[in-house]
């Protein structure tokens, strides 16, 4: 069974800049696993960011990138901003037909 | 552009059975792959089947394989999601996503809510 993995929580101060990452627990993610990236606020359903790895949907401002770093995919939100707030999980597909999401990161902008 | 909207969520008992209904309006329906993705209340996303854009190949997370079953009306550009031997872990808010044909959901529905409780 694939485990992906990301950080509980995390915080930054505004205009911050914050990486996220998105693991896995046997292997290592890359560009392969098409990592994509999505936001929710509570109540709202979730919006796409980053598909792909790296390429920001319709919409996203270009604060919001996507990299492989060492062995995770990693979302990175440069002058981050009060509304940036949300939850933030990784989807990745990884093979038969099967996409996983990690977890989900709760960032808390103060 | 692009819409969808689900709809057929409601409170079922355990061992119940439920159909939810994705409709999508926007884009070419059978040019799509659509996902169906859900969230237990104070959970994170649970990525649950989808539906190729042949509508012949359908993948399933093994949490639900063999108790749920996707399938679609073209003339009423709706998918379904079967939901068959329901038990308290399936409750949860089930949203259905347009795949971006890149590997990744695009646009979401406002999602409905499923409640299995005796």
């Known amino acids: 069974q694939t485990v992906v993995t990301q950080e509980p929580s995390f915080s930054v101060s505004p205009g911050g800049t914050v990486t996220f990452t998105c693991g896995l627990t046997?292997?290592?993610?890359?560009?392969?696993?098409?990592p994509s990236w999505h936001q929710q606020t509570p109540g709202q359903p979730p919006r796409t960011l980053i598909y792909?790895?790296?390429i920001r949907s319709s919409g996203v401002p270009d604060r919001f990138s996507g990299s492989i770093l060492g062995n995770k995919a990693a979302l990175t939100i440069t002058g981050a901003q009060a509304d940036d707030e949300s939850d933030y999980y990784c989807?990745?597909?990884?093979?038969?037909?099967?996409?996983?999401f990690g977890g989900g990161t709760k960032l808390t902008v103060l | 552009q692009v819409q969808l909207v689900e709809s057929g969520g409601g409170v079922v008992q355990p061992g119940g059975s439920l159909r939810l209904s994705c409709v999508a309006s926007?884009?070419?329906?059978?040019?799509?792959?659509i996902h169906w993705v859900r969230q237990a209340p104070g959970k994170g996303l649970e990525w649950v089947a989808l539906?190729?854009?042949?509508?012949?190949?359908?993948c399933y997370a093994d949490s639900v394989k063999g108790r749920f079953t996707l399938s679609r009306d073209i003339s009423k550009n709706t998918l379904y999601l079967q939901m068959d031997s329901l038990r308290t872990e399936d409750t949860a808010v089930y949203y259905c996503?347009?795949?971006?044909?890149?590997?990744?959901?695009?646009?979401w529905g406002q999602g409905t809510l499923v409640t299995v409780s005796s």
């Open positions: 989807l990745l597909s990884v093979g038969s037909g099967i996409w996983v």
């Open positions: 539906l190729q854009s042949d509508g012949i190949d359908k």
């Open positions: 046997s292997g290592s993610v890359s560009t392969t696993y098409y």
């Open positions: 996503a347009k795949d971006n044909r890149n590997y990744s959901p695009d646009y």
């Open positions: 926007g884009f070419t329906f059978t040019s799509y792959a």
């Open positions: 792909s790895t790296n």
